[in-house]
């Protein structure tokens, strides 16, 4: 191969490996981890009919890989640990542990897996399997984020919300009240912070 044609490929390949580092960030997928420290799943529900009875749970951990040159590759994987429920009031909490309704010796966690991501109008759905009290259906989230990253104690942190809303009856969750005592739509929403990997 003559000399002039070793430097043409040398430099060639000098090219393509500049253009590779110069390539933006979002041109890669990124893992990044809940934060259970600044993540939470908040929730409210009907009490006869008249009034709201909010909740939260103080416990999510998981992951998620954030594509966002193609966000539709992207997924989210959250479990929620169930003996965390907080209602403000001790007696009415010991009874959502029960057999009642999340059974937590049986079924301590909550748990979501996005199944695929959508643009619906500018705005981001997850459409994924929640499995509460050991029944697994659909649900689809609306998202409002992610945030743009940034850097907190040399970390990269970004986060989202998604909200939703689920029937009791389609998990079978507390068959033995049935509205009006406790509504049957419980509207919840997830506020997560995550951490890049």
């Given at each position: ?137 659909s649900v689809t989230l609306d998202v409002d984020g992610p945030v743009p990253p940034q850097t907190n104690n040399g970390k990269t942190v970004s986060g989202f919300s998604a909200t ?34």
């Amino acid at each position: 191969m003559k000399p002039h044609l070793n430097r043409r490929s040398a430099i060639f390949a000098l090219a393509l490996a500049s253009l590779s580092l110069a390539l933006p960030s979002f041109a890669q997928v990124s893992n990044w981890k809940i934060d259970p420290a600044h993540s939470s799943v908040n929730f409210q529900i009907r009490h006869l009919a008249v009034s709201n009875v909010h909740g939260a749970f103080s416990k999510v951990t998981g992951d998620v890989v954030w594509n966002e040159k193609d966000p539709g590759k992207s997924s989210v994987i959250a479990t929620i640990d169930a003996t965390t429920v907080n209602t403000d009031n001790d007696k009415r909490d010991g009874h959502l542990k029960s057999p009642d309704f999340f059974d937590v010796a049986n079924f301590p966690t909550l748990t979501f897996k996005s199944t695929s991501v959508k643009n619906v109008n500018g705005k981001l759905q997850l459409i994924g399997d929640l499995t509460l009290h050991g029944q697994t259906k659909s649900v689809t989230l609306d998202v409002d984020g992610p945030v743009p990253p940034q850097t907190n104690n040399g970390k990269t942190v970004s986060g989202f919300s998604a909200t939703g809303l689920i029937k009791r009856s389609d998990f079978n969750f507390g068959p033995k009240f049935a509205p009006p005592t406790v509504g049957d739509e419980i509207k919840f929403t997830i506020d997560l912070e995550v951490d890049k990997q």
